[in-house]
C-alpha cells in the first residue's frame, strides 16, 4: 500500500506528461518578422531556383483571387515563369479573411498544378509539396525547389 | 505588279516618194530617242539617292525589319478608288500613281529589301522586293526621291515616337507564360491583362484558368468579352512550337483572330512575334531554336497580313546583337528575368498605330 501510495504521483506526473502537446509552446517560437524580411530570410537560404520578384499588390490579388483589404500587408514573390517557386506573405485583417485566404492558397495551388501538368511536367512535385503555414491571422504559401532549406527557415516562426 | 514604259507611237503615213518616206522616219526616230533620254535620266538621278545593297550594312540576325520613324497610313485598295494625283511638275504623259498607293515615310529602305529589275523603265515609281521576295510598288515624289511603298499588312508596325501609357487603356493583353511575364514585371499600368501560362491559340478560349467575380474560374477568352476594348494585343506561340507545325499553327491562330474580331468589333488586333531564346538554348533545345521562332514567327507576319492585323515584330525588343536573348538574362533560357519586361513595353510605346484607314 505504501508503495503504491508513493508510485503514485510518478504515474500521474508520467500520466500527464503523455498527454502533453507534442509541438512546443507558442513562447518558443520566434517572433514573425515583417513579411519583406520574412521572404528574404527565405531567399537567402537558397530554397528556389531562381530570385524571386517582389510584384505590385494588385496583380498578386488578380493572381490569388484576394482583394487588398483582405491582407493590406500581402506580399507576393513570383519567378520569371521558368520555374513554379513562389512566396506569399499575407498577414489578415480578421478571421473571415484569414478563412478566405486559406481558401484561395490552396486554389491557387490546384490551378498551378493544372497548368503545369501540362506546361512543365518536372515542377509538379514542388507544387505537391507546397507549405502553406498560418500563425495567428498571418498566412504564408511557400513553393521551393529545398523544402529543407524552406523548413529550416520556416519552422523557426511556425 | 508590273512594270511599264511609254512607247512613242509612230504613225504611219503614205509618201509616194521614198525619200519623204525616209524623211519621216529619221524625224521620228530622233524624236522617240530624246524623250526615252530624257525619262531615264529622271529614274537614275531618283536612284542614285538610294544606297545600293552593297553599301548598307550587313543585316544582323535580328535586323529590323521595319524602317525606323515611319509613318503609318493606310489607305483601303480599290480598283474603283479614285488615282492619287501625280506630284506637281509631273509631265502630263505620264500615267497617275496607281489607286491603292500610300503615303509612307520611311527614313531608311527596310533592311533585306531590294530594287526590283527594270525600274529605269517607271517613270513614277520603282518596285522594290523585300525579304521574302515580294514586290512592293513604290512611287517617287519630286524634289526629294523619298521611297513611298505600298502599305502592307505584313509589315511590322514601324518605329514611331513614344508615347505615355494612356495608349493602352483602351487595351488588353492576352496570352502565354511570357504574357504572364508582361503583366507581372513590364511596369504597364493602364491595360486589362490575362495571362497564364500554358497557353496556346488551342486552349486560350477553352481553358478556364481566370478568376471570375463569382469565385469560379472562366477562359482568357470569356474574362476579355467582359469588356469592349480598343486594342487587343496577343502574344503566342513559344508552346507552339512543339505541335505537330507551322501549318496546324497558323490555321487555329487564324480562327482565334476571327474569334477576336467577333468578340472585339471595333478592336485593331495586334499580333505580337515571339521573343527570342538564348544561345545555349537555342543550341542545345531541338524545339526551342531562335531559326524555329524565326520560322513561326513569319507565320505570325503573314497572318497578320491576311487577317489585317498589325505585326508587332517584339523580337527586337529582347534580342542583343547576335539575334539571341542576352546570355544569363532567362534561368531556362526561354523566360527573361524580370528586369527584361520594362524594355519590351518600351518597344511598344515606340511601335505604336494611331491611324488605320479601311
Redesign the interface.
Known amino acids: 500500500m505504501k508503495k503504491l501510495l508513493l508510485c503514485l504521483p510518478v504515474l500521474l506526473l508520467l500520466l500527464l506528461c503523455a498527454c502533453g502537446e507534442k509541438t512546443p509552446p507558442a513562447a518558443s517560437k520566434a517572433e514573425l518578422p515583417a513579411p519583406e524580411a520574412l521572404a528574404a530570410e527565405l531567399q537567402a537560404s537558397g530554397a528556389f531556383?531562381?530570385?524571386l520578384?517582389l510584384?505590385e499588390n494588385d496583380?498578386g490579388c488578380?493572381l490569388y483571387?484576394l482583394v487588398e483589404s483582405d491582407a493590406p500587408e500581402m506580399r507576393y514573390y513570383?519567378?520569371?515563369?521558368?520555374?513554379a517557386d513562389e512566396i506569399a506573405v499575407l498577414p489578415c485583417a480578421d478571421d473571415a479573411a484569414l478563412e478566405k485566404v486559406t481558401s484561395e492558397c490552396a486554389t491557387r495551388l490546384d490551378?498551378q498544378t493544372q497548368?503545369?501538368t501540362?506546361?512543365?511536367p518536372e515542377e509538379v512535385p514542388k507544387l505537391e509539396k507546397a507549405l502553406v503555414l498560418q500563425r495567428d491571422k498571418t498566412v504564408v504559401l511557400c513553393v521551393a525547389t529545398d523544402y529543407e532549406k524552406a523548413r529550416e527557415i520556416l519552422d523557426k516562426y511556425f | 505588279m508590273s512594270v511599264f514604259s511609254h512607247q512613242k507611237k509612230v504613225k504611219r503615213r503614205r509618201w509616194p516618194a521614198a525619200a519623204g518616206m525616209l524623211l519621216v522616219l529619221v524625224l521620228g526616230l530622233i524624236l522617240w530617242i530624246g524623250w526615252d533620254a530624257g525619262a531615264g535620266s529622271h529614274a537614275a538621278a531618283v536612284a542614285g539617292q538610294l544606297e545600293s545593297p552593297e553599301t548598307r550594312p550587313p543585316a544582323s540576325a535580328a535586323s529590323k525589319s521595319a524602317p525606323a520613324e515611319a509613318v503609318l497610313l493606310r489607305l483601303a485598295a480599290s480598283d474603283e478608288e479614285d488615282p492619287a494625283p501625280a506630284p506637281e511638275g509631273t509631265p502630263e504623259r505620264l500615267p497617275p500613281y496607281p489607286a491603292g498607293s500610300v503615303d509612307y515615310v520611311p527614313s531608311a529602305r527596310p533592311d533585306g529589301w531590294t530594287v526590283a529589275p527594270k525600274a529605269d523603265l517607271c517613270f513614277w515609281g520603282m518596285d522594290l522586293i523585300d525579304a521574302g521576295a515580294k514586290i512592293h510598288r513604290c512611287r517617287f515624289r519630286t524634289g526629294g526621291g523619298q521611297l513611298l511603298p505600298d502599305y502592307d499588312w505584313g509589315l511590322p508596325v514601324p518605329e514611331s515616337e513614344a508615347v505615355e501609357q494612356d495608349y493602352f487603356s483602351d487595351a488588353v493583353f492576352i496570352g502565354n507564360s511570357l504574357a504572364q511575364g508582361f503583366m507581372l514585371y513590364a511596369g504597364l499600368k493602364t491595360a486589362d491583362q490575362y495571362a497564364v501560362q500554358s497557353i496556346t491559340v488551342n486552349n486560350i478560349g477553352s481553358e478556364k484558368v481566370i478568376r471570375d467575380d463569382n469565385g469560379g474560374f472562366i477562359s482568357i477568352l470569356d474574362a476579355m468579352a467582359r469588356k469592349q476594348y480598343g486594342k487587343v494585343f496577343v502574344m503566342l506561340g513559344i508552346n507552339e512550337l512543339s505541335w505537330a507545325g507551322k501549318d496546324t499553327f497558323y490555321t487555329k491562330y487564324a480562327e482565334l483572330i476571327d474569334l477576336l474580331r467577333e468578340l472585339e468589333p471595333g478592336a485593331e488586333i495586334f499580333l505580337q512575334s515571339m521573343t527570342p531564346v538564348t544561345a545555349k538554348e537555342s543550341e542545345t533545345s531541338t524545339v526551342f531554336t531562335n531559326d524555329r521562332i524565326h520560322e513561326y514567327n513569319e507565320v505570325i507576319r503573314q497572318l497578320a497580313e491576311d487577317k489585317e492585323a498589325h505585326y508587332l515584330y517584339v523580337f527586337d525588343a529582347l534580342a542583343d546583337d547576335t539575334g539571341c536573348l542576352p546570355a544569363g538574362s532567362s534561368s531556362d533560357g526561354i523566360h527573361p528575368y524580370s528586369n527584361y519586361y520594362p524594355q519590351w513595353l518600351t518597344y511598344l510605346q515606340t511601335h505604336t498605330v494611331t491611324e488605320v484607314k479601311r
Open positions: 531556383a531562381e530570385e520578384v510584384t496583380v488578380f483571387g513570383f519567378s520569371s515563369g521558368a520555374v490551378l497548368l503545369f501540362v506546361y512543365k
